[in-house]
């Protein structure tokens, strides 16, 4: 199973957030939509979830 990536850095915030979540999709999806909301203050919901799930990218595996 292709591991995925969530990287805050590639949004713009306020904090200037340089988080990065790596793990199977369900995990980084969960994950990313508890750091949205306690430290984005976003609200937690099936919408933010999809919009995670569609930012995800494979994880680039070193050779």
Do not use: F, N
Not at 38 to 51: A, I, K
């Amino acid at each position: 199973m292709t591991r995925k990536i969530a990287d805050c850095r590639r949004y713009p915030s306020v904090s200037g957030c340089s988080l990065t979540i790596s793990g199977e999709e369900d995990e980084v999806v969960r994950a990313a939509a508890e750091h949205a909301v306690s430290v984005h203050e976003h609200t937690d919901g099936p919408e933010l979830r999809e919009q995670i799930r569609a930012s995800l990218e494979d994880e680039k595996v070193a050779v």
